[in-house]
Structures are given as C-alpha cells and as structure tokens.
C-alpha cells in the first residue's frame, strides 16, 4: 500500500478548505440533483419492510430487468446466455471486481496514458502492474503501441470514453480495433463509459459490447453517479462473460454482500426519468463547455487545449517551469481556483492541468477560468 499514489481529491480538497472563495475545476460531479423518479422509488423502498433485509448479490431482479431495457435501447448491448448484469456499489467497484477476476498477482494490465488514477491504483493494490501505453498528440489509443506492449502476463487492456481526463471520445472503428485485438490475443477488453451521455456536436458514443462477437472478451462499466447525480449513492452496475460471473459473485459477495437497495431502487427510478431530464442538463452543461473553450483560447501559446467532445474535462498541457502539483497549489493560493495536477493520471513528463465543470454555472465558470488563464498567465512567464 506504501507504493500506491496518495489519492489527489482528497488532498486538493484540503487546499480548498484552507482558501475560502476558491472556485473548484477539480472533482468530476455534476451540480444537478437525481430526477423526482429516483426521490419516488425511495418511498417505495421504505414501504416493503423485507428490502432492508440483504438482497441478490448481483442486484434486484427489477433494477437488473431495467438495465437490460437500458441496455439494448441505449447501447445495442443484448443480454443473452453468454453475459450478464452485475449491480456494484459505482463503476469503482465493478473495476475491481474485473481485474480481482481475471488476474495471478504480477499480471499486467495496460492502460492509456493519460489513464485514470483510481484504475491505475485498483491494479497495484491487488499485486498486479499497470501498463501505461501514451496516446497521440489528442489523446487517442495508439494502436501499434497497443500491440507492442501485449506481453504473456497481460490480462486486459483499458478503454475510458468518454475519457476521463482528457473529455476525448474515441470513435468506434478504434475502439473495434482494440476489441479485436484483444479477442485475438485472449485477454480483455475493459470499457469504462462512466460518461456515455455526455458527449457534443453530435459526437457518438459507441459501447465495444456491441460489437459482433465482442461478448467473451469484453467487459462493460457503467455508473450511474455523473448521468442522474447519484454520486454518493453508490450505484452503478457492470456487462460481464457469464463465464465471470463464478469469482465475481465470490468477489462481491465478500466485500459488499449485495449494493445497497435503497440506491437499487432509486436507480430503477432514474431510469425511467423523462428524457428531457438528461437532455436539459446535458445542454446546459454544454454552454458551460462552449464558454469555457472560449476563454482558454487566451491562455498563451505554448499551452496546448486539445478541444473535448465528451465528459466534462479538459486537459491543459503547460509549459512552467513549475512541476504541476506546484502549479496547481500557486493557482489555489493565489487565484483562488482549484484543478487537479496532471502527475496524477500518469503524465510525469511535463505540466499538465485538468479542468472539470460539470458542477459549474456558467457564471462560476466563466469566473474560474478567468482566475486560472491569469493565474498560468502571470506563473509561467
């Protein structure tokens, strides 16, 4: 546990605390509330006394029935006799529960750098070695990297897209190509989609369970904490081979027993939310996207945006002499506004700053980033 990196939130967090009035770029939540469907489900919850009892292990038989629907409207993912649904307490705990599944301790599991720091921390804490491979210049897979970095040991490569941090979306031909190669060589293809509704200018988000032939190799996670607000509620739910679901059932069984009902239940009432819900706040989110691309075109020309068409993230590359951590803990001193550092999704080579603002208002937005663009401005001349 010594080697594993100290999470960055909680420490940003801290930062924050001890500069009131800083605005935060930092965490990936969203500012709206889960929809009335899900405050309703709650109290049909508290009206059958029996579901305060432990329940399934892989979830509810109705919130499994839902997520079936979801599936093959929302993604073309078909559950059949070859796979199956497996509600976990976020899409966190269904990472863990894939790689403790698959994997001897010492076994490889690769990921695209800039990779998310709580997959790359879940893999060292069960004895087994991330494997980050870089992507191009606009954070895209490289496929021949890809290949290259395949060795014996290796049990699953890693695919977030939405992305987080860099908000890129891969486009489907390359994520079917990595699905293939991952069918070919007998190792798994592990989709993180945590932010599949979330992508603009008619950007379309495509799930690798979807492809023919896809089911024995892939594993899909989803997560319920962006989408309807639930973060703290803990709810999001996996795709997995059937085959699976033996050591997964052990896994699960012995370090959650069942995912919380209450949030099984309010879960089932997200999803039958009126489209408009996501749809208004998706748009609004939107706006906040497009006004921020705006301002950080005055940033200075040696920092480079690669402009997100998903999530709710963007990566800054900067050129400082500072290491971005010291950058980041100047811009909270300084100019009262918090991102988090760049070091801790794996890019060491370099300054590197993501921004969130999924929870902002485009009047705090327009305000942070204005501190931030100042802030690199006067600290990196």
């Known amino acids: 546990m010594q080697s594993i990196q100290t999470p960055i939130i909680p420490l940003i967090k801290e930062l924050i605390k001890n500069n009131p009035g800083t605005i935060p770029l930092d965490q990936g939540v969203v500012s709206y509330s889960p929809p009335n469907t899900a405050i309703a489900a709650i109290q049909d919850f508290l009206a059958h006394p029996q579901e305060h009892k432990y329940q399934a292990t892989i979830g509810i038989p109705k919130l499994l029935s839902g997520i079936q629907k979801k599936l093959r409207q929302d993604n073309q993912i078909n559950i059949g006799d070859d796979n199956c649904i497996v509600v976990a307490a976020g899409s966190n705990m269904g990472f863990?529960?894939?790689?403790?599944?698959?994997?001897?301790?010492?076994?490889?599991?690769?990921?695209?750098?800039?990779?998310?720091?709580?997959?790359?921390m879940a893999i060292?804490?069960?004895?087994?070695?991330?494997?980050?491979?870089?992507?191009?210049?606009?954070?895209?897979?490289?496929?021949?990297?890809?290949?290259?970095?395949?060795?014996?040991?290796?049990?699953?490569?890693?695919?977030?897209?939405?992305?987080?941090?860099?908000?890129?979306?891969?486009?489907?031909?390359?994520?079917?190509?990595?699905?293939?190669?991952?069918?070919?060589?007998?190792?798994?293809?592990?989709?993180d989609e945590a932010y599949e509704y979330f992508t603009y200018n008619q950007v379309k988000h495509t799930s690798p369970a979807s492809f023919p032939h896809s089911t024995p190799h892939t594993i899909s996670l989803f997560s319920?904490?962006?989408?309807?607000?639930?973060?703290?509620?803990?709810?999001?739910?996996?795709?997995?081979?059937?085959?699976?679901?033996?050591?997964?059932?052990?896994?699960?069984?012995?370090?959650?027993?069942?995912?919380?009902?209450?949030?099984?239940?309010?879960?089932?009432?997200?999803?039958?939310?009126?489209?408009?819900?996501?749809?208004?706040?998706?748009?609004?989110?939107?706006?906040?996207?497009?006004?921020?691309?705006?301002?950080?075109?005055?940033?200075?020309a040696t920092c480079t945006v690669v402009v997100p068409d998903g999530a709710f993230y963007c990566f800054l590359k900067v050129t400082s002499d500072l290491s971005d951590l010291d950058l980041v803990k100047r811009l909270i001193d300084t100019y009262k506004v918090a991102v988090i550092p760049g070091?801790?999704?794996?890019?060491?080579?370099?300054?590197?700053?993501?921004?969130?603002?999924?929870?902002?208002?485009?009047?705090?937005?327009?305000?942070?980033?204005d501190r931030l663009v100042q802030g690199i401005k006067e600290l990196t001349v």
Not at 101 to 115: C, S
């Open 96 to 120: 863990l529960n894939a790689i403790l599944a698959i994997t001897h301790a010492g076994d490889e599991i690769i990921l695209n750098t800039p990779y998310y720091f709580n997959h790359e």
């Open 124 to 191: 060292g804490m069960i004895n087994c070695h991330p494997v980050p491979v870089q992507t191009d210049d606009n954070y895209h897979p490289q496929i021949d990297e890809l290949r290259k970095a395949i060795t014996p040991k290796t049990k699953a490569i890693v695919t977030i897209s939405p992305n987080n941090p860099t908000g890129v979306v891969y486009d489907a031909s390359t994520l079917r190509e990595i699905n293939k190669i991952c069918q070919e060589t007998g190792i798994y293809h592990i989709s």
């Open 224 to 300: 319920l904490s962006k989408t309807y607000g639930f973060a703290s509620w803990r709810i999001g739910y996996m795709v997995i081979p059937k085959k699976l679901l033996p050591p997964i059932l052990k896994i699960q069984d012995t370090n959650l027993i069942c995912p919380p009902v209450i949030s099984q239940y309010a879960a089932l009432g997200a999803l039958s939310a009126d489209d408009n819900y996501l749809s208004e706040h998706v748009s609004a989110i939107a706006k906040v996207r497009e006004s921020i691309l705006q301002k950080l075109q005055d940033l200075p």
């Open 343 to 369: 070091q801790a999704f794996g890019m060491n080579d370099g300054c590197y700053l993501r921004i969130s603002y999924g929870s902002l208002t485009l009047e705090n937005a327009s305000l942070g980033i």
